[in-house]
């Protein structure tokens, strides 16, 4: 039981991870590795409003979640915009300005055992041995939720359908009117609000220090390899496989070998298939 | 007239003469340089160095440290081996200690390696570079092993504070007092994948197979786990009374914290947890962390103990310069106390040379926050758990409630230095 609930739950917290490095590459292409840089950055944002502003957390988390939506923009028209359509150029760019956050986070003395979230809600419920606080609930609730709330995006709206177009066919997006480069920016906007949404609910979990944004992209390239690159269902099945997995070793292996399953992942689905479970971007040419 | 200037040299030679003989004060002489190389930018590395100023900034208000019959002032440099950060490799800080060395030439250095496997790795750099090295953080007892492989290759170094079994030691022996006292004998053990993690969990585990303990779980967890539930369940599960939890990483240890409170574990937390035995702890993990019990080593670190007023002074002298207490609870003293025991052992030695230095650090013999300082023959702070007169002493407390409802650390061990008896949370109570 216990398997099943906290393999769930861990699964979650991975797709929450995985969600905005998945749509932005969807979308745009680009793999923006300053993903997790922005998740942590957005919980430091959070905690400074919180402590050195006295704002209550649910505005603190909102106006974080918009200063991360208009940093991802700002970072498209003013890193990106010169090495857009080279992808290793563009994935250098986004690591470096993601590291260097990182480091001048902990440069500012961001780290430690002071930084923290406050919990959403108190409390929790057992469901037969199993208890479960009330936050770990809300994590799974806004996964289903942010799901729900992007497939609706991008199947009903406007702007969603545009970068439903510019993922398909960019040369014919173009065509149509859809502006590139505004698409690829709102993208990145996007997918940095994803990250800070995820930062504000599962960093209430825990304590908060710049190194999280290093785990944070590899969990999220690991899920993203494993379910393929662009694919939201890839996306999903990849935190299954990956979040279950791990609470698996750590239940019949031993806690310590945990780590080693998103890595182990990595490997084996790039040497049986290296487009990912759902990847369609480099099918055609393992077919070839 | 020729008589006249005679006697007034005679007199100013004789006047002068106490001054030449005193040490001069060091405003003009060349600073002795002390290395700080570790990992800044974790609380053990950035509180620890605060802690070295602050010794440094008592000893130059004094006018320095007397080499020969010079006084010379202390000067810090520091080098970030960022080893305190999950995936640093040993490599990198090694080359961030060697680095320092050939640059900045430091007479002695302090603190050190964060890690213990770059302790370890270290020790032939030291001793390649003969630099007497006064280490306050890391903990693995393999440093001792080490050293006796080679004591005239590694004499240089040396062990400011505990090691992971004087802090296991001190947690085993809270345990007696909890089997006796509270009638708890069912133990799980979690600890983080390192050195000296491992030698500390041993020696619990094999203490407690000693004294009739039932073992529900051994689990090992990498030291940038995020997820502690498979442990926690088993914890619950298996209806563990105490979980014994040993983990250095603020991170990993925040995290469990807050997940041990989240999934409501019904069991007594002791070990080494530094998120909750900090000063600041119910403020960030909760006031869940009330009946916790840490070790804190040595004591002093962030502490005061009415039976040690050493401890006090030393923290409200900390207070005061830096505005707030030490977070971790642990090693800050040793920090602070390793610069007094150099600037003793180079007075002694009346010089820079290392050799002598060391020859000094050997004899030292030194009253200091952390207890007595004295070093045995493979050059470790001895540490017992009756007296600070005569030893290094650590201190177990345990978050309660006072009788206005503010949670408090109350020392429950050593006997010598308890302020209380450890209390049962009215939720195991039968």
């Known amino acids: 039981m216990s398997l099943l609930i906290y393999g769930l739950i861990n699964s979650v917290i991975l797709a929450l991870y995985t969600a905005g490095f998945s749509l932005c590459y969807g979308i745009s292409g680009i793999a923006n590795f300053s993903h997790g840089a922005l998740y942590i950055l957005s919980g430091f944002t959070a905690w400074n409003f919180l402590n050195a502003a006295g704002l209550p957390f ?52 961001f780290y430690g055992m002071r930084y ?9 419920i057992e469901i037969g041995p199993v208890a479960i606080d009330f936050q770990r609930l809300f994590v799974v609730g806004t996964g289903v939720a942010l799901v729900f709330l992007l497939w609706f995006f991008v199947h009903h709206t406007r702007l969603g359908l545009a970068f439903r177009a510019m993922a398909q066919n960019e040369r014919t997006a173009l065509s149509v009117g859809i502006e590139s480069d505004w698409v690829g920016s709102l993208s990145m906007a996007l997918g940095a609000a994803l990250a800070a949404i995820a930062a504000m609910v599962i960093l209430p979990l825990g304590m908060m220090e710049s190194s999280i944004g290093l785990e944070v992209l590899i969990y999220a390239l690991a899920v993203a390899i494993v379910g393929g690159l662009e694919s939201t269902l890839g996306m999903i099945v990849g935190s299954f496989i990956i ?46 | 007239m020729k008589r006249r200037i005679i006697v ?23 600073p002795i340089v002390i290395g700080v190389p570790t990992s800044l930018y974790t609380p053990f590395g950035s509180y620890g160095l605060k802690a070295v100023n602050l010794a440094v900034e008592e000893i130059n208000a004094k006018g320095g440290v007397a080499v020969g019959n010079v006084k010379r002032p202390l000067k810090v440099v520091v080098a970030d081996t960022r080893d305190g950060e999950p995936g640093t490799p040993v490599h990198d800080a090694l080359m961030a200690y060697e680095k320092m060395i050939t640059e900045q030439k430091p007479a002695a250095i302090v603190i050190g390696a964060f890690r213990s496997e770059v302790l370890i790795a270290a020790m032939d750099l030291v001793a390649k570079y003969k630099v007497p090295h006064l280490g ?96 926690l369940t088993k914890a619950k599960e298996g209806k ?32 080494f947890i530094p998120p909750m035995g900090s000063p600041i702890a119910p403020k960030v993990v909760g006031p869940e962390v009330e009946y916790g019990m840490t070790v804190e080593f040595p004591v002093g670190a962030t ?28 090693v800050n003293s040793s920090a602070y106390d390793s610069v007094f025991v150099l600037a003793s052992a180079i007075e002694r030695a009346g010089s ?66 308890a302020e209380g008896k450890i209390q049962l949370p009215p939720w195991m109570k039968k």
């Open chain 2, 240 to 271: 563990a009374q105490v979980i014994g939890m040993v983990w250095d990483v603020p991170l990993g240890a925040g995290v469990f914290a807050k997940q041990y409170v989240a999934m409501k574990v019904p069991s007594l937390l002791v070990g």
């Open chain 2, 8 to 30: 007034m040299a005679l007199v100013f030679l004789f006047a002068g003469f106490p001054f030449f003989m005193q040490p001069q004060e060091g405003a003009c002489a060349d």
């Open chain 1, 243 to 288: 979040g279950f997995g791990q609470i698996a070793a750590a239940r019949y292996i031993g806690a310590k070998w945990m780590i080693i399953v998103p890595l182990a992942a990595i490997v084996l689905v790039l040497v049986i298939k290296p487009s990912g479970i759902f990847g369609k971007f480099k099918e055609l040419e393992e077919r070839v």
């Open chain 1, 58 to 109: 649910y505005l603190a988390a909102v106006l974080s979640v918009i200063i991360t939506a208009i940093l991802g923009f700002l970072f498209y028209w003013v890193l990106l915009l010169r090495v857009r359509g080279t992808p290793l150029a563009e994935l250098i760019v986004t690591f470096a300005a993601g590291m260097g956050m990182l480091e001048l986070l902990t440069w500012k003395g």
């Open chain 1, 116 to 124: 923290s979230l406050p919990l959403s809600m108190k409390g929790g």
């Open chain 2, 352 to 417: 820079l040379d290392p050799d002598k230095i060391t020859e000094a650090l050997e004899k030292t013999d030194y009253p200091g926050v952390s207890g007595k300082i004295k070093f045995n023959q493979d050059h470790i702070m001895v540490f017992g758990e009756k007296s600070a007169e005569e030893t290094g002493v650590c201190v177990v407390f345990q978050w309660q409630k006072d009788k206005d409802g503010n949670l408090k650390r109350v020392p429950i061990y050593p006997e010598f230095l």
């Open chain 2, 303 to 330: 502490l005061a103990l009415a039976k040690l007023p050493k401890t006090g002074e030393f923290l409200d002298k900390f207070k005061k310069k830096y505005g707030e207490l030490p977070e971790p609870p642990a």
């Open chain 2, 136 to 231: 306050t953080i890391a903990q693995t007892p393999v440093f001792q092993a080490q050293f006796k492989k080679d004591p005239a290759k590694y004499k240089y170094l040396f062990r400011v504070t505990t090691d992971a079994l004087v802090d296991a030691t001190y947690i085993a022996h809270t345990l007696d007092m909890v089997k006796k006292d509270l009638g708890l004998d069912k133990i799980l053990y979690i600890y983080q994948d390192t050195l000296w993690a491992k030698a500390f969990a041993g020696l619990m585990q094999k203490h407690c197979k000693e004294t009739g303990w039932t073992e529900v779980g051994y689990e090992a967890y990498a030291d940038g786990a995020s997820d502690f539930s498979p442990a």
